[in-house]
């Protein structure tokens, strides 16, 4: 099972992937260059007519279907990694997952490989560097090197 990430913003995104819980037993909340150099972002929607079949645990749809706490908000990713393997073997129609972050609370989805042929995206990516991420860091109190 391969899996693309999404979020809405910059700053959730580097959350979600780069600093994770690094920040947890830190008293300073500095990203380094070391975190972020060999990382780059994508812009990418669905491409037109390919809408996509997500699993939405976002507004309460997570409590409602009876999903674990631990599966959205526990930072072992144990538990959402079982009840992801879970949806793609029991729910083929489903292309993914949509749920907020645990970190800002915006939109994320976790896209299955089944469902990236309905994806498209523009050219290129754009890398992660200081320039880019201080800005977009800086409200979350982030210090970028």
Known sequence: MGLI????????????????DSFDIRPSRILRPANYNARSAVNFSTASGNALTLL??????????????????????????????????QMPDVDGILYTSRFTEALCVAIYDRGISKLTSGPGSTRLTRRLLAPVMAPWNVQVL
Do not use: C, M
């Open 56 to 89: 939405d645990l976002t507004s309460g749809n997570a409590a409602r279907f009876g999903v674990p706490s631990d599966v959205l908000r526990y930072s072992n990713h144990k538990s959402g990694q079982f009840f992801s393997e879970f949806v793609y073997a």
């Open 5 to 20: 990430y999404g979020t809405v913003d910059v700053a959730t995104g580097v959350f979600e992937a780069v600093i994770r």
